[in-house]
């Protein structure tokens, strides 16, 4: 075989791979970006600081989410927070530690589709439609205080954060281990692949940063392999109103949520925010 005929059937083999490998990724992408969890991580959650109760709620198409609301015992309507976990989470830990992390705010936690008890198969556009349906079906509990509600995304739960505060009156944005989208993070870690082209969750929170009008505090890990810095910065960069950019001591992207500096750190951000002036 002479040396253009090798050429060439080096070039056929390694097109065939490269094809093969992007259809794999088209094909595997929900399992790339998705990792549902089922298993509860705390079997039986309950709030040392609120009422903690068990709720199944119905999404526009019928599919069943279950979770938990946390109600503080204080009279009056309360502020309120939404909370959206990361890619491998499942959220019964945040019931149990809604005490040291919202203290005094009615907190919602339920699991995307797939996750936990939840029904369905999770995707980005379900996971923005139902977290707004989330913050209205908070809104509309009579102890909830509607110009005081909160919205708290953890890494992939991040991106779910900024769309539902694009699309609703949120009145504060706390961010955990943050990206500028899913999609960058993957042409990084697949560079030869044609990722844009075949990716269909992308998460693109920066692209709607700018527009976001509630005060935003990011909180960085000190050791985060998941999402390099670097991709934090840009998102960082385009926020509209950025309140604070921190990083936690001796964090990583797993521990991060559990350590009670961060734990400490959010409750003091949402605690004096909730204690501004209301705006009418």
């Known amino acids: 075989m002479n040396n253009s005929r090798k050429v060439?059937?080096?070039?056929?083999?390694?097109?065939?791979?490269?094809?093969?490998?992007?259809?794999?990724?088209?094909?595997?992408?929900?399992?790339?970006?998705?990792?549902?969890?089922?298993?509860?991580?705390?079997?039986?959650?309950?709030?040392?600081?609120?009422?903690t109760r068990l709720v199944s709620l119905r999404t526009s198409d019928g599919t069943k989410l279950s979770g938990w609301l946390m109600t503080p015992a204080v009279v009056g309507p309360r502020?309120?927070?939404?909370?959206?976990?990361?890619?491998?989470?499942?959220v019964s830990w945040v019931a149990r530690d809604a005490g040291k992390l919202f203290p005094g705010m009615t907190v919602l936690a339920v699991n995307y589709r797939g996750y936990g008890d939840s029904q369905g198969d999770p995707a980005e556009n379900h996971m923005v439609e139902d977290g707004c349906m989330l913050y209205d079906w908070l809104a509309a509990r009579s102890r909830v205080?509607?110009?005081?509600?909160?919205?708290?995304?953890?890494?992939?739960?991040?991106?779910?954060?900024?769309?539902?505060?694009?699309?609703?009156?949120?009145?504060?944005?706390?961010?955990?281990?943050?990206?500028?989208?899913?999609?960058?993070?993957?042409?990084?870690?697949?560079?030869?692949?044609?990722v844009?082209?075949?990716?269909?969750?992308?998460?693109?929170?920066i692209k709607y940063a700018a527009e976001l009008k509630a005060p935003t505090y990011v909180v960085r890990a000190a050791s985060d392999d998941v999402v390099p810095h670097s991709h934090t910065d840009l998102l960082v960069s385009k926020l509209g109103k950025l309140h604070l950019d921190e990083i936690i001591p001796d964090s990583d992207h797993f521990n991060i949520p559990y350590l009670a500096a961060t734990q400490d750190k959010i409750a003091g951000f949402l605690s004096?925010?909730?204690?501004?002036?209301r705006v009418s």
């Open 79 to 90: 502020p309120a927070v939404v909370y959206f976990g990361g890619r491998s989470e499942e």
């Open 145 to 194: 205080d509607q110009a005081r509600i909160a919205v708290v995304g953890r890494s992939l739960g991040s991106g779910v954060a900024v769309q539902v505060a694009l699309q609703r009156p949120v009145q504060s944005v706390v961010l955990i281990t943050p990206y500028d989208s899913i999609l960058a993070i993957a042409q990084r870690r697949f560079r030869a692949m044609p």
């Open 196 to 205: 844009s082209f075949v990716l269909r969750h992308r998460f693109e929170s």
């Open 272 to 277: 004096t925010q909730f204690a501004q002036p």
């Open 8 to 51: 060439a059937s080096i070039a056929g083999i390694a097109s065939v791979l490269w094809v093969g490998l992007t259809a794999a990724i088209a094909a595997s992408q929900r399992r790339l970006v998705f990792n549902p969890t089922i298993k509860r991580e705390v079997p039986s959650p309950r709030s040392s600081g609120h009422r």
